[in-house]
């Protein structure tokens, strides 16, 4: 029996997670390559596409970044055939490069990008508006707000590139990937695993002559695409009051579930902007005209709010355009009770009073901490046993993150993926002191060897620590070209790490297990009394992996055998989620404790016993 999103079952609904119908969308348009970089909230959409590869017809590959990402994605597109990139929106700087030029040359066998943003910050260290990227680029940009628009979008987006020949963004929000609603299906064509490449080199290299003509002619299409979302119905019209609403992505959501609740909603009419570019010129006119007062609704950048504020100047309309306020903000998510706000304030001049739910009081702070077992806590523990205060830490883009709060302390900046090596070693020139630079092994895949080279030919002195646990730990465990097995058997074709460090011509080199804590601090006492480039690979295999995926069992635990003040230090410098300190005793969760046995070497009055049967 075939998967279930397999199945050519036009007109049966399954529940499906959002990114779940983003991937039955790309198999409806009859996607014959897939690629990616995992980035929360898009991964599910990669993560389930790779789960049916297997049985599906395409190909399939998790990139090293997304610039790779989506230069393979191009190159198949080229070839003719129906390609889907996905990644996070702080990905789509990563792939800015091509993707910039690929809408000059187009994609003839049909290309959509999806940028899952993240308002909130949720899982990521910005919220930037990738709608900017779209238009920046030239690109249209489908918005779904619900998992059934998430599958019809995302087959629509396919089809209007491959017609088009131009590359198409599908922009989510996380509560768009994270929603679970009914999806219809539609029909399943067959796969188009191969095409044909056209030579054509006056079009698809971009030398500046080729790329002069490509650049009225990408604006040309865009204006023949306008026309064609104005007479489809992707953007839709509802509601018969007088106060127009204009919203786009999640946000229609939002302002439909308001409107429910609202004792005005006769009062509005809606245009609903599932494309959000290029905007319906003509249908956004004939919205705004002869009213006196106009809500957008949109999270994030004023980017529908600008385009209606400037159609309103040069057609001389009298309106009223309520946008970023104090009701709807610039910063954040929305949610239906700051929707319900200010379109109660657009129509009553004050908004409800009604309450918003609140959380029990006196329920305890969670701050973000690394797992119990995790390897990177030994790491770091004996890192700052080395370097101690004295030393800047530079952090990168992974679950060791979570390091920076006390008491390890082992962030102290961070750019973004694979920046801590380059960025350590500026900081490094500038400052005169110790620069211990983070990077976990999928980064140093992702980007992270480039700012090692840089280090090494500019001669910049810095110690780089390569977090090795063996997968890209925070988004799913997904496979790197380093990992030793894919999901589907084993890595024939690992790429060493120790050996491309090599390679890039750092000499010295040490390779430990985290968890043996002396030989650990060995060699970063070594490596301390030395100068220039030098790299410790920390390798050991992130707890959860090793659990769930590796099914690997540990047989001791540890537990206190002799209560104390040097088992309470213990307990609040490695800040192990397995302690618990009551009333100045410690004790350690069976349950939780991974059997790491870091505590046991750092404390005499910790001990390691059998785990028992219930354990």
Same mark, same amino acid.
């Given at each position: 029996m075939p998967h279930p999103l397999l199945a050519d079952a036009p007109g049966t609904t399954h529940l499906l997670l959002g990114n779940e119908a983003i991937a039955r969308g790309a198999l409806e348009a009859g996607v014959g390559c897939v690629t990616c970089y995992p980035g929360t909230p898009s991964s599910e959409v990669p993560d389930t596409l790779f789960r049916v590869s297997p049985e599906g017809n395409f190909h399939f590959e998790y990139s090293v970044n997304e610039k790779v990402a989506l230069e393979v994605g191009g190159g198949a597109a080229l070839g003719g055939v129906p390609t889907l990139v996905t990644m996070k929106h702080v990905g789509v700087n990563v792939a800015a490069d091509p993707l910039m030029t690929l809408a000059y040359i187009g994609t003839p066998g049909g290309l959509v990008l999806l940028s899952a943003d993240d308002p909130g910050c949720h899982s990521s260290q910005n919220e930037q508006d990738n709608r900017a990227y779209a238009r920046l680029a030239g690109m249209p940009c489908f918005e779904p707000s619900t998992a059934q628009e998430a599958k019809d979008m995302t087959r629509d987006a396919l089809l209007l590139s491959a017609k088009w020949q131009q590359p198409v963004m599908l922009r989510t929000t996380t509560r768009v990937n994270h929603l679970r609603g009914p999806v219809r299906f539609d029909a399943l064509p067959p796969a188009k695993r191969t095409g044909q490449f056209e030579k054509n080199p006056m079009r698809f290299v971009p030398i500046p002559a080729v790329a002069r003509d490509r650049h009225p002619k990408l604006l040309h299409q865009l204006a023949s695409i306008e026309e064609e979302i104005q007479n489809q119905e992707w953007n839709t019209v509802s509601g018969q009051g007088p106060v127009g609403i204009i919203a786009s992505s999640i946000c229609r959501a939002y302002v439909q579930d308001a409107l429910l609740d609202m004792p005005q909603a006769d009062q509005f009419s809606l245009l609903e902007l599932k494309v959000s570019y290029p905007l319906p010129q003509h249908q956004l006119l004939e919205f705004i005209q002869g009213r006196d007062k106009v809500v957008v609704v949109e999270e994030l950048e004023p980017f529908v709010e600008s385009a209606i504020r400037e159609m309103a100047q040069r057609h001389q309309l009298d309106l009223e355009i309520i946008g970023k306020s104090e009701f709807l903000p610039r910063c954040g998510e929305f949610s239906t009770r700051t929707v319900a706000h200010a379109l109660a304030q657009a129509v009553a001049g004050t908004p409800p009073s009604a309450p918003a739910c609140q959380g029990q009081e006196g329920l305890p702070n969670r701050p973000p901490n690394l797992c119990a077992g995790c390897s990177h806590r030994a790491t770091y523990y004996a890192v700052r046993q080395v370097f101690?205060? %004295? /030393? &800047?830490? !530079?952090?990168d883009i992974g679950c060791y993150t979570l390091g920076i709060l006390p008491p390890l302390k082992a962030a102290d900046f961070l750019f973004c993926m694979g920046s801590s090596v380059s960025g350590g070693s500026g900081m490094a020139a500038a400052t005169g002191r110790d620069v211990v630079a983070f990077i976990g092994d999928s980064t140093f895949f992702h980007s992270g060897i480039t700012g090692l080279v840089n280090a090494v030919y500019n001669d910049h002195d810095i110690l780089v620590v390569v977090l090795d646990n063996r997968t890209t730990a925070m988004t799913g465990h997904q496979p790197h070209p380093g990992v030793d097995q894919t999901a589907l058997g084993e890595n024939a074709n690992k790429v060493d790490i120790e050996q491309i460090v090599r390679g890039c011509g750092v000499s010295q080199i040490k390779t430990v297990k985290p968890f043996n804590h002396k030989a650990t601090l060995e060699a970063l006492q070594e490596l301390k009394a030395m100068s220039g480039v030098r790299v410790l690979i920390a390798k050991d295999p992130c707890a959860l992996f090793a659990k769930r995926v590796l099914k690997k069992k540990a047989p001791q635990v540890a537990y206190v055998a002799q209560q104390g003040q040097e088992v309470l230090q213990c307990a609040e410098q490695v800040a192990c989620p397995a302690f618990t300190i009551s009333e100045g005793q410690?004790? &350690? !969760? %069976?349950?939780? +404790?991974?059997? +790491?046995?870091? +505590?046991?070497? &750092? +404390?005499?009055? &910790?001990? /390691? @016993?059998? @785990? !028992?049967d219930n354990g």
């Open positions: 101690g205060d %004295e /030393a &800047i830490y !530079s952090s410690v004790t &350690i !969760s %069976e349950d939780q +404790c991974t059997g +790491c046995m870091l +505590c046991v070497q &750092i +404390c005499p009055d &910790i001990k /390691a @016993r059998k @785990r !028992s």
